[in-house]
């Protein structure tokens, strides 16, 4: 069913880059909605080059010392968790050169930022997802078309429990704990869909009921 949404997506992307040279496009959504699955899916295509906001996290220590001083992962990684700056100097650098970027973006493993990444740039649709891409912030200025991916909260939900147990076994945290990050992300953003109102943003809505 992806596949079959990324190629609905793939001729959007193609209307709206037109005659343009670039075309940059924000796909946003509940977290286990299906943005990364989409993205790598539309990567696929010889005229996109992706971007997952996540590569850009902060250091794992800088990180938690945030959550620990707040005592909220989700305001977070709403404000401070995502280095948004180099981010946003790395997709200027798309709109302004066909000439390829490689920077070092945060490594899962280790919690460091060693994770040397290459970026196409002579393609001309760089499509970035992750969560609140749409709030004010120096990314949001940057999109010429916005996606929203939404579906049915507690089916998504229960996905992606399913998906984290099977990952983590016997190391799973539940997600019904009041210290698991995943539910205080999943909370902030469902205030984020009330205060920044991402639906009204988006050039496209897409329902899914795949899990990222």
Not at 34 to 42: D, N, V, Y
Not at 124 to 146: A, Y
Not at 156 to 185: M, T
Request: glycine fraction near 6%.
């Amino acid at each position: 069913m992806m596949k079959q949404l990324a190629a609905t997506v793939h001729e959007q992307l193609i209307q709206w880059l037109g005659d343009n040279q670039k075309l940059i496009v924000a796909i946003d959504g509940y977290p286990g909605s299906g943005k990364s699955t989409l993205l790598k899916e539309l990567a696929n295509y010889d005229d996109v080059v992706g971007i997952e906001r996540d590569d850009f996290i902060r250091l794992r220590d800088d990180v938690q010392a945030l959550i620990e001083k707040t005592g909220d992962a989700g305001e977070v990684f709403f404000t401070d968790a995502i280095d948004n700056e180099q981010l946003a100097g790395l997709i200027t650098k798309f709109r302004q050169s066909a000439d390829g970027a490689t920077v070092f973006g945060y490594n899962p493993q280790n919690g460091l930022i060693d994770r040397s990444m290459r970026y196409d740039f002579s393609r001309p649709i760089l499509v970035v997802e992750g969560i609140f891409l749409f709030e004010p912030s120096p990314l949001n200025i940057l999109w010429d078309k916005r996606i929203l991916l939404t579906g049915n909260e507690a089916q998504i939900d229960a996905r992606r429990v399913a998906r984290e147990k099977a990952k983590w076994g016997a190391d799973y945290f539940p997600e019904n704990h009041p210290d698991s990050y995943l539910r205080q992300i999943c909370e902030r953003f469902r205030q984020y869909e009330r205060e920044n109102h991402p639906a009204k943003q988006a050039d496209l809505v897409l329902t899914t009921t795949e899990q990222e």
